[in-house]
């Protein structure tokens, strides 16, 4: 293999957050997140979101975080609102709708949720004899890769208002989301602005964990998490790993790497005369390739996700890049690229 850009999580954890987990290795603390480490991590948590009161949970992993969330604030009647690309409703086998919770979806041209869409799915939803839309998710990195500014978060806020509904921002990419060059939406708006979010650590160097941050009530949180297996025994392991990534601003500084990579692929794939099918600033990028030079890129040892079919003689494929990813990784594939395209 000469160099997987499949995900951004096929390497292990940053060094700072092996050292971490190595320095505490040995010492002793309660279980189930109740230690010290949790404690000081969810403080960091919500020093950054200048949210004092906010409740923050660790869990291991996106589709966990996403489904005992749902099913925690919503009743058995209510229904979830999301892209028709949204992560809740194709790649996390039924996990929200296994919990009774319909997942109603829209057509989203750029994988966001806007205004428009949620009125639309509110308006046809109007008696006792269909679900109740009550909770709106979207995720920041957008399963495209593209990303929400601060107005249209505040858009969607007054929308929420509007019809009595929450909303909720999967941040397993935040990092990358936060970082982008010109971004103008920062943790505090998050915290402002919805009324849960999570903050990715598996995608962004953590061994694995996500930390949920709830902005709005929910005082048997944990009896979900629990029923749900969501309660690591071992639970420091995960503030451990989320101390170290907020410390001295890590988790947006290998954010920031990532996305630099993924610039430079982007520049250097458009540079070669190949057209994107999203509009992406972040680390996913999405270009679209003869079936020939993927079919060659393949040969080579170079390892991708194929997102679609566009045509007979062309395919999307999707390049993930990551905290740990190499720019001599970009550059020779960039190199072969050209010679592929040349050949």
Not at 2 to 18: I, M, T
Request: charged share 15%; hydrophobic share 40%; glycine share 8%.
């Amino acid at each position: 293999m000469k160099y997987s850009f499949r995900n951004d999580y096929s390497e292990g954890a940053h060094p700072k957050v092996l050292q971490a987990l190595t320095d505490t290795n040995a010492l002793q603390t309660c279980g189930y997140g109740l230690d010290d480490f949790c404690t000081q991590a969810a403080a960091q948590i919500r020093a950054l979101c200048a949210a004092p009161e906010a409740a923050v949970h660790f869990l291991v992993g996106g589709t966990q975080a996403n489904l005992v969330v749902i099913d925690a604030l919503l009743f058995s009647y209510e229904a979830v609102i999301a892209a028709h690309t949204g992560h809740v409703n194709v790649h996390e086998t039924g996990a929200i709708e296994a919990t009774g919770h319909k997942v109603c979806t829209a057509p989203s041209p750029d994988g966001k949720v806007s205004v428009e869409m949620v009125e639309a799915i509110v308006a046809s939803h109007s008696s006792e004899h269909m679900v109740h839309p009550r909770l709106v998710y979207i995720s920041d990195t957008t399963e495209t890769g593209t990303v929400y500014t601060k107005a249209e978060l505040t858009a969607l806020r007054q929308c929420c208002d509007r019809h009595g509904l929450l909303l909720y921002l999967d941040g397993a990419r935040l990092g990358c989301a936060l970082t982008i060059p010109g971004a103008d939406v920062t943790l505090a708006d998050l915290a402002a602005l919805t009324d849960v979010f999570t903050i990715g650590g598996t995608k962004n160097g953590a061994l694995f964990g996500e930390a949920v941050v709830l902005n709005t009530p929910c005082p048997r949180f944990r009896w979900h998490m629990k029923q749900r297996g969501a309660v690591l025994a071992k639970g420091r392991l995960l503030g451990v790993q989320f101390q170290a990534l907020l410390e001295n601003g890590l988790y947006f500084e290998i954010a920031r790497h990532a996305n630099a990579l993924a610039s430079r692929l982007r520049e250097g794939i458009a540079a070669l005369g190949y057209e994107f099918s999203s509009d992406s600033p972040s680390n996913q990028q999405f270009p679209i390739l003869p079936n020939c030079v993927v079919q060659a890129l393949e040969d080579l040892g170079y390892e991708f996700e194929v997102d679609h079919p566009v045509d007979p003689q062309h395919t999307c494929i999707r390049l993930v890049t990551s905290w740990a990813t190499p720019s001599e990784a970009v550059e020779g594939f960039l190199q072969d690229l050209a010679a592929c395209r040349a050949a």
